[in-house]
């Protein structure tokens, strides 16, 4: 990438954990090149939703009162409501669809910017597009998680409002992913 002042295969030397110089056992930066994707977001929501739990609660007391209205209807009534019963299979819907419309709206954020490239290093993550760069040092993060596909990141603020997804798809080798997990390990938490 140009301007990060690194070439591909060179060894990070660059700041290290605390603001130390970083040392001859560093490991080497993983670059990602990838297109965002709807289930790139998808996976990124529902691992905050697991973490934060506030979601899941919320959904789970919505679809409880819904299910017990519905009931008590029917119960009352001797018969069930259409329209109770279009309203109820309406919440399910929307409590169901709400992360993909997440998801989705992301996408239009992000997609119509182009190729990501991702550079993870002992200094923190730098992500370039066609339109924008940004830096990241390992501070901002709290930790992340693992999924089969991606890699999560969370940032450290209450409600976790920035997340990094990183595909694994994007790495050029199956190599990269190792290495990547082993710098995510070293300057972050599994959370």
């Known amino acids: 990438m140009a301007g990060d002042g690194t070439t591909e295969g060179t060894k990070v030397t660059g700041i290290g954990e605390g603001g130390a ?7 080497e930066a993983v670059r990602l090149t ?3 994707q709807p289930s790139d977001t998808l996976t990124g929501l ?16 919505f679809l409880v009162l819904w299910v017990g209205q519905w009931l008590l209807a029917a119960v009352r009534n001797g018969s069930v409501e259409v329209v109770s019963s279009v309203l109820f299979l309406f919440v399910v819907v929307v409590l169901w ?9 992301v996408q239009r954020l992000v997609g119509w910017q182009g190729e990501y490239r991702v550079t993870v290093s002992a200094s923190g993550i730098s992500c370039a597009n066609d339109h ?4 990241q040092k390992w501070s901002v993060f709290r930790g992340y998680r693992e999924t089969p596909g991606h890699f999560v990141l969370l940032s450290r603020d209450p409600n976790i409002m920035v997340l990094d997804v990183l595909p694994k798809r994007g790495a050029d080798g199956a190599g990269d992913v190792d290495r990547l997990r082993a710098l995510l390990d070293r300057y972050s938490t599994r959370v």
């Not at 110089?21 to 490991?27: I, K, S, V």
């Not at 529902?46 to 007391?61: E, F, G, M, N, Y």
């Not at 669809?97 to 709206?105: D, K």
């Open 21 to 27: 110089p970083a040392g001859a056992g560093e490991l």
């Open 34 to 36: 990838y297109r965002p």
């Open 46 to 61: 529902r691992v905050r939703d697991r973490i934060k739990r506030t979601w899941l609660v919320l959904r789970s007391a």
């Open 97 to 105: 669809g709400y992360p993909r419309l997440q998801a989705s709206g």
């Open 132 to 135: 924008s760069t940004l830096i």
